[in-house]
């Protein structure tokens, strides 16, 4: 069994590539001052690059899963969200209000993506 794992801490993989798939952990923004149109984008940004280090891209994400502290803040994240995705290929996804594990976590999402043939 051949598992790649990118940015190992003592907790977790960030991303784990297995058969063709790859598995992102929750991601969440860097500068968490930001609105969560702002940490939206961020974490986008984050899956971007991760993206290019396994040679994936956009239209090979196979789902999304998307948490937010406040659902109330829906609308706010799905314009950072339509910006980014890849208009042809949208992922499936879900999207649930939770408690997130600081305060100032205002979104999280985790990706399932299809590594090219």
Known sequence: MILQRLDKTERLSR????????????????DKQQDVRG???QILAKADGYLDRIGSHRAAIISAMIW??????????????VDWIDKDAPPARATVEAKLGLPEILVEIQFTVAMPD
């Open 15 to 30: 991303v784990v590539v297995h058969k063709g798939i790859a598995y992102f952990s929750g991601l969440t923004a860097d």
């Open 39 to 41: 940490q939206t984008a």
């Open 68 to 81: 937010l502290r406040d659902i109330d803040d829906f609308d706010e994240m799905n314009v950072a969200w």
